[in-house]
């Protein structure tokens, strides 16, 4: 892998290590959300979600579609999701 590809790769796997944004990541795998509908599914407070949606966004991680007062949030890209899961799967097949 190139160096350059090496850099991309890296900056993705830690915008995935913090423990909010995974479980952002995970409440918008079912579908768009607002982040009000985040806030309070992941029990988190709202500067804190703002925070990691702004993160996750720069990243192009996730999308957001603005309708009149609302923002919603949607995974970018479904292949987001496929990662998710498979990180999920190595977690419990290494644990045993």
Do not use: H, W
Not at 8 to 20: I, Q
Not at 34 to 59: D, P
Not at 66 to 87: G, K, Q, S, T
């Amino acid at each position: 892998m190139r160096e350059e590809d090496c850099a991309r790769v890296s900056d993705f796997v830690k915008a995935l290590t913090n423990p909010l944004r995974l479980r952002i990541l995970c409440v918008l795998q079912e579908s768009e959300k607002t982040v009000s509908e985040i806030v309070s599914l992941t029990e988190a407070k709202q500067a804190n979600v703002s925070i990691q949606l702004g993160i996750l966004r720069s990243r192009g991680i996730v999308t957001p579609r603005r309708c009149e007062n609302n923002v919603y949030y949607r995974v970018a890209d479904d292949r987001v999701i496929r990662v998710l899961e498979m990180m999920r799967e190595l977690t419990v097949s290494v644990r045993g």
